[in-house]
């Protein structure tokens, strides 16, 4: 469940941010993550940022990926 | 004066009627037929005719990269290319939701007069209603389209063979994004206009590259999956598409991820899909993309015997899906 | 676009098939709670790439398809009340209660509006001071968030003409539910991945200690989802269940604080009616007393028909795993997108939908 995209915060006035992701552009808000700041991605779900996202954890997700792809090579 | 509104009275054939007729209808698309003003356009006509028509009831009436009136003449003057035919006159009905203001019928009929002359048409006849506040959703249009189909065409749904290649004119879900991100409760600033157009000078361009073009067909609502799925029933082939072949704008993309649409049950104005014989497949892709509307044309497909009346997708990841038509409407979903 | 194009790597994800194929030497049964999942692995084709040996079953992760007939007919019969704008998020439209749907009511005299977001609803709720606006509050703990802080702003606001139909369900505990049945016996559970980002992963803890299942909790692109999938092996395997998260760009252990603290400040925990399953204590969220005002079901009575299912509908079944779409007498024959029995072939999350729009295994 849960449609949830990654978008990069553009701009910040209060409790709302402006996002865009490929172009699109929309306002939302940033109740629930009032630490995200501009140059940021964060998750958005129906109008709401609802957490930021970890790049040095995505970069270290890719990697396991690459690791865990090489280990079938050995055979 | 553009404040101006329209008012039940326009439309009741009274003075006030030929007012809005003669001041903004006439003068914009004026041509010796429509200036008569008679009660139908009288012309010689010989030749193997083709007749469409087509109602447009689309909200909100201006969406970036078009509006209604433009809509409504691509759309009819596309129905007409798609048989092959040239299309030569256009009759124009307006069913006007009384408080419509002038400014905004006249920027739809100067829509409609600027894409009747890119397309060479014109409007010879026509019809004005104005209904109660409640009765339309503004604006609703209604044309119909009359075109000559040059000897030797013969361009339908059914003849579709195995082996032919199908040929896509350029990015798909433009238009559906484009007057989606205009509706109420989902408003977005998108990077991608509708791509309403009309392509009859592309498909006389193809048809002059090659007598080998088996069927056309617009995907408007549905999108070019629920177009395939007609195409394949008509004829009873399978399709087989590549993901990978498939252009989508990346605004198209995001927006579609934002809301949950798969680009590919997402309408489009301005584009066709050709299943053509294969020998004659690269070069119709070559003089297509000769032409603004076919600039982004590539070969996503070809016709096969197997799962006759469906098409299937083989993904980015190699494995294949079905691709069925759009049941009800698109909805953008949470899930 | 950034966060999603790298982990659609297709040479990236035949390695990683490989890789699986490698690992697995027994039969394995996996559930996958989230429909999103579902629709990922139906979409691209996931099932096909898998060994043989590793099955993968859908659960009950559609908030849609769990929403009990009883509370779709609620929904249904606000609509009908005067001076009422209904607004809600598309998946609810297509839905068949007992009698009716919300599609067809709007074509009726209803006024029911399709939005994006919460904040929409609010907006329609100040633009209309008139009329009295109820959000259809469906969805998992990912999504009631949101509505719990569309409530505070109509709180702090002073916005009169709000209201919510509190219908948000909790995961945790349904998880729990399914595995008490112990109709199925699963190896391993695919978690899902949005609602982790709100409760994190610690809440899942029960299932490895308590059953002896193993958990991964996963992202939504194809690398995301086999990414899962091997982890999840790795552990049957090694006959040491866990909870592991793969999604970590986005889940932590502790989940988002802020969003747990504003839903704790507006909702409680209480029962709810899950479809196929019936009532489960301490499943779902109801308004403090603090902000009952905005309670759709205190403010307006209706009233309503005995609920009723539909005739020969396996929905419930379906969203237990005890059932697929196959093997439902009404699938295809009867049942179908354009004419839904049941709400599996609405949503477009719902098992059956996604069967029937992606196809069973297809060469």
Redesign the interface.
Known sequence: MCLAVPVKVVSIEGIEAEVEIGGVKRRVSIMLTPEARVSDYVLLHTGYAINVIDEAEALETLKILEEMASLDEVH | MNDEIILLAHGSGSRLSHELIEKNFLPSLANPLLAKLDDSAVFDLSGRLAFTTDSYVVSPIFFPGGDIGKLAVCGTINDLAMSGAVPLYLSLSFIIEEGLTLGELKKVVSSIKAAAEEAGVKIVTGDTKVVNRGSADKLFINTSGIGIVPEGIDISGVNAKVGDKVILSGNIGDHGIAVMSQREGLKFSVPVQSDCAPLNKLVSQMLEASSQIHCMRDPTRGGLATTLNELARQSKIGIRIEEETIPVHDGVRAACELLGFDPLYVANEGKLIAIVAPGDAEKILARMKRNRYGAGASIIGEVTDEHKGKVIMRTRLGASRIVDMLSGELLPRIC | ????D???D?E?????V??IK?LSTRPTRLMEF???HTVSI?????R??LPPTVEMLSGP????CVTANADIDKAIALAHLPDVII?T???M??VPGSYSSLQQARAGEADI????????ALQ?ARDNPAQSVIFIGI??E??A??IA?SI??AEKEGIKNFYVLCLSKLCPPIMKAILDLGELKLDGIVC????S??IGSRPYDFIPRDYGVACVVSGFE??DIL?SV?MLVEQIESGKPTVEI?Y???V?LEG?K??LE?MDSVFQVGSADWRGIGVVPASGLKLRKKFERFDAEQAFSVTLKPAREAKGCICGDILRGVKTPDDCKLFRKVC???HPVGPCMV???GSCSAY????TD??
């Open positions: 676009m950034k966060f999603i790298e982990y659609r297709v990236l994800a035949k390695k990683l490989s890789r490698q989230c429909g999103g139906m979409r691209n084709g996931i096909q790439l992760g559609c908030p849609v607004t998020f598309g998946d439209m297509k509006r399709i939005v994006y977001s919460t904040q929409d329609i969805g998992f990912t999504t968030p949101t802080a505070l702003l899902p991945g949005h609602v980002a709100i194809p690398l990414q091997a793969a970590r760009r986005v932590n988002n802020t969003a504003l179908s997108p354009e949503s477009s999350e029937y729009q992606y196809g297809y060469e």
